[in-house]
Every structure is written in structure tokens, then in C-alpha cells.
């Protein structure tokens, strides 16, 4: 049985599955919404919780060196806040929040079709 259809026939039994197994689901949907991973990369694109998100790629550079971006996203009723590598929270604005919000809403969509129909 494929990995996708395994996936989608556990959905309707979603309470037997882990956090980390829903996360995961999750993710390899959420990934695909930026278009294709360069060959090398891994992305992630997931709702950590109702209010955060994770956007995390690494790959490897022309050297061989692991590369990596994380940016956490937290939502909160007084704006959109991104924290990348684990620096300083910076509330995000114009297209990038739009972007974000696109990504948010395809991946929320994603998720409710594929997912958890």
C-alpha cells in the first residue's frame, strides 16, 4: 500500500495515531504548496499548534556544509510574528504577510481535503 493512500485511510482514524504522526502527514502535504524541493533540499510546512507555524528547509551548499532556515510563526490578534533561526521576534507586513497567509490557507486546505476528509 503507498505511503499517500496509507495515510489517507488512517485519516477517518486519526485518534489511533501519534501528535508526531499527524504532524508529520501534515507536513508532507504542507511542503508542497511552494513548489517544487530542489533536488538536495528538505522542507517542512506545518501548524506546530493553532497558533504557530514551522517553515524549515536544509540542504547541503556547493561545499558540502549543511544548511539550514527555520522561521517560526507565531499568530496572535495583534499581528503575524516571525522568529527565523532563533533570533528576535519581527512582526511581518505587506506581501509577506499575504504570502504567509496564501501559505496558511492552502495548507489549512490541504489538510481538511487530503487529510482529514
Not at 50 to 61: G, R, T
Not at 64 to 82: A, D
Request: hydrophobic letters at 35%.
Amino acid at each position: 500500500m503507498s505511503r499517500k493512500k496509507h495515510l489517507r485511510k488512517s485519516a477517518h482514524y486519526s485518534n489511533k495515531l501519534s501528535v508526531e504522526d499527524l504532524i508529520n502527514a501534515e507536513s508532507e502535504l504542507g511542503r508542497t504548496i511552494f513548489g517544487p524541493i530542489p533536488a538536495g533540499h528538505q522542507r517542512e510546512f506545518f501548524a506546530l499548534k493553532k497558533n504557530v507555524w514551522i517553515w524549515h528547509e536544509n540542504w547541503s551548499d556547493k561545499f558540502g556544509k549543511l544548511q539550514e532556515m527555520t522561521i517560526r510563526y507565531e499568530v496572535y490578534p495583534t499581528g503575524v510574528y516571525k522568529k527565523p533561526n532563533g533570533g528576535k521576534y519581527q512582526r511581518i507586513e505587506g506581501a509577506e504577510l499575504n504570502n504567509f497567509r496564501q501559505a496558511a490557507k492552502m495548507y489549512l486546505d490541504l489538510v481538511k481535503t487530503r487529510l482529514y476528509c
